[in-house]
Structure formats: structure tokens, C-alpha cells
């Protein structure tokens, strides 16, 4: 019904700076909430970004001041800047968006896209 799909990850060095993206498609009717989640290897997976339909953002604490979650409500598509990177934000990065169709609302989830930063 919906297909998000993520873009931009990738292996970069401490203090870089990536930019992710993900677009959503099918039968979408409205799109609320969207979101970045991430998993490290044996971790659970935990919010980085979210942003509501009126462009309202909250943060982990762990990203605010280097991260910036933004999206264009005409491309269906979500993005992360991501600048001032570590080497504890390595982990596979999710796109999440709340999206309502003609089935009814419910969460979707991308496939995820790998974030390496070296040290």
C-alpha cells in the first residue's frame, strides 16, 4: 500500500556530515507524523527525529544540536541532516511515517540505510 524509501547513508569520518532521505509513495491520502529510528548491533532500535504534519520536531537528546529532521509534505519525502557525527551514531537507520490510505492509518517503515562513522 505504502512504500518509504530511504536514501544517503553511508561511511563517513568523525565530525562529517550526511544527509538522509526518504521518500513515501502508494495510496497515501494524508501523511502525520514522520521519523527517524535507528539500531545499533545490540541495541534496541530508538527514536532520533520526528516531525508532525505541522512541522512540529523533538529529538533524542543524544543528536539535538547536530541533527536536523526536515520534510517536503510535496514529495511525500523526509529528510535528516545529520552533521558533527560520531562513532556512536553508527547503526542501520529507519524511516518511520504514520500515514492514513484508503485501508485505514497505520505505521510504515522503510528498509533502513547503514550509517558508519569511523573514528
Known amino acids: 500500500q505504502v512504500q518509504l524509501v530511504e536514501s544517503g547513508g553511508g561511511l563517513v569520518q568523525a565530525g562529517g556530515s550526511l544527509r538522509l532521505s526518504c521518500a513515501a509513495s502508494?495510496?497515501?491520502?494524508?501523511?502525520?507524523?514522520m521519523g527517524w529510528y535507528r539500531q545499533a548491533p545490540g541495541k534496541q532500535r530508538e527514536l532520533v527525529a520526528a516531525?508532525?504534519?505541522?512541522?512540529?520536531?523533538n529529538y533524542a537528546d543524544s543528536v539535538k544540536g547536530r541533527f536536523t529532521i526536515s520534510r517536503d509534505n510535496a514529495k511525500n519525502t523526509v529528510y535528516l541532516q545529520m552533521n558533527g557525527l560520531k562513532p556512536e551514531d553508527t547503526a542501520v537507520y529507519y524511516c518511520?511515517?504514520?500515514?492514513?490510505?484508503?485501508?485505514?492509518?497505520?505505521?510504515?517503515w522503510g528498509q533502513g540505510t547503514q550509517v558508519t562513522v569511523s573514528s
Open positions: 516531525i508532525t504534519s505541522g512541522d512540529s520536531t
Open positions: 518511520n511515517a504514520d500515514v492514513t490510505t484508503y485501508f485505514g492509518r497505520r505505521d510504515y
Open positions: 502508494g495510496s497515501i491520502l494524508k501523511i502525520h507524523a
